[in-house]
């Protein structure tokens, strides 16, 4: 299959370690809600409870029309529509 290509709107998540996606509003917005979830993640004792919160970060992008996205080359792919590889 081939990557779909795509432009990246304020509600998506750009995923690396660049100053573009590091001051991109969609991440900024993922940081402010895994910031919130810290402390419930780090507290729950199962593997299981921690999938749940970050499953739900996922949806909360998600749930924004937000994508989880990757630079590859000059060209801006969408990683997933139903969930990145985070989990």
């Known amino acids: 299959k081939l990557p779909e ?17 590091f001051h991109h509003p ?3 917005d993922l940081r402010i809600k895994i910031a919130a979830t810290l402390n419930d993640y780090n507290k729950c ?9 970050i499953r739900e970060t996922i949806k909360y992008v998600q749930g924004r029309g937000g994508r989880f996205l990757k630079y590859h080359k000059d060209n801006v792919i969408v990683l997933s529509h139903t969930a990145p590889s985070l989990v």
């Open 5 to 21: 290509f795509t432009e990246p709107n304020p509600m998506d998540v750009l995923c690396g370690r660049s100053h573009t996606a």
């Open 26 to 28: 969609g991440n900024r």
């Open 45 to 53: 004792p199962t593997r299981h409870g921690k999938t749940v919160i």
